[in-house]
């Protein structure tokens, strides 16, 4: 399809993952630059276990892509970010898997620039005891501590974002990213699944936005897979409420449609074109 995004003239970046067609790092990225701005590198490393971790010359070939088509990278790290072990696993003096994941990472993708490394915090313990109050300042430290030392890594903190997930309160990594001063992703598609309004958290991650994760979500709560589907699922004044809202504010960051597959690639894109179209009527 002709589908360029570069002539919708949104203030954002759009960008999609690196799982819309089935094939590798780079056919992605060159399948995509002829649509979007923007690629998120979904990677992943298993021990003794399959890795999609792009080599020197992997990086090198995106790193081409996006000089020739204006094709800008966010990266994901793989593993969520904790710098200490949970009160239930062993003490240990040598560095969290997580942040060694992190590194591998960052080192392996800096050649390409990245707008931003987007990561998560690793916060299942807490949640199973439900947040605890007496719990929470020892989590925040332990938290920071990873951020600063992946910031450190990435050359600045402010370019590792960090995003939210379903099932916790959207406010649960206020608190870190204000004491490192580290950037936010918000991720819309897992506010809507926990049945949160985008606008009001978007807002209050505006001074630090660098990242929007967009995708569709089923309301069914008993059917698997609910997230990360396409936009097409959605009502349309949700939608124009989310789109609407960085236009208006002039939204300079990027856009993702975390999604996976071509089909719901592009019914995704027509929902999002639409929608920009609508802006203003």
Do not use: K
């Not at 990278?73 to 710098?83: E, F, M, N, W």
Request: proline fraction near 6%; hydrophobic fraction near 45%; include cysteine.
């Amino acid at each position: 399809m002709s589908v360029d995004v570069r002539t919708w003239g949104a203030p954002f970046r759009i960008g999609a993952t690196s799982y819309i067609v089935d094939a590798g790092l780079v056919e992605n990225a060159r399948f995509l630059a002829a649509h979007l701005q923007d690629v998120q590198l979904v990677l992943f490393d298993l021990p003794d276990g399959p890795s999609n971790l792009p080599d020197a010359a992997t990086v090198e070939q995106l790193a081409t892509l996006g000089a020739r088509h204006d094709l800008s990278y966010t990266v994901h790290l793989i593993d969520d970010l904790q710098s200490a072990p949970a009160a239930d696993e062993p003490a240990t003096t040598a560095l969290h898997p997580s942040l060694d994941a992190a590194r591998r990472v960052i080192d392996r993708t800096q050649r390409l620039a990245p707008a931003a490394w987007v990561g998560h915090l690793e916060g299942r313990a807490v949640r199973a005891r439900g947040f605890a109050a007496e719990e929470l300042p020892a989590w925040w430290a332990q938290a920071a501590q990873a951020v600063e030392q992946a910031g450190a890594w990435a050359g600045g903190v402010q370019r590792l974002a960090i995003e939210n997930l379903e099932g916790y309160p959207p406010d649960f990594v206020t608190p870190v990213v204000e004491r490192t001063q580290a950037a936010r992703c918000v991720d819309v598609g897992h506010l809507w699944l926990d049945g949160r309004d985008p606008i009001f958290h978007l807002r209050a991650a505006w001074r630090r936005l660098r990242v929007i994760h967009l995708h569709g979500v089923l309301a069914d709560p008993t059917q698997p897979n609910r997230d990360h589907r396409s936009l097409a699922l959605m009502p349309e004044p949700m939608i124009d409420g989310v789109v609407h809202f960085l236009l208006r504010n002039d939204y300079r960051g990027v856009l993702t449609l975390e999604i996976f597959g071509e089909d719901d690639f592009w019914s995704s894109l027509a929902v999002l074109h639409a929608s920009i179209q609508r802006f203003g009527d």
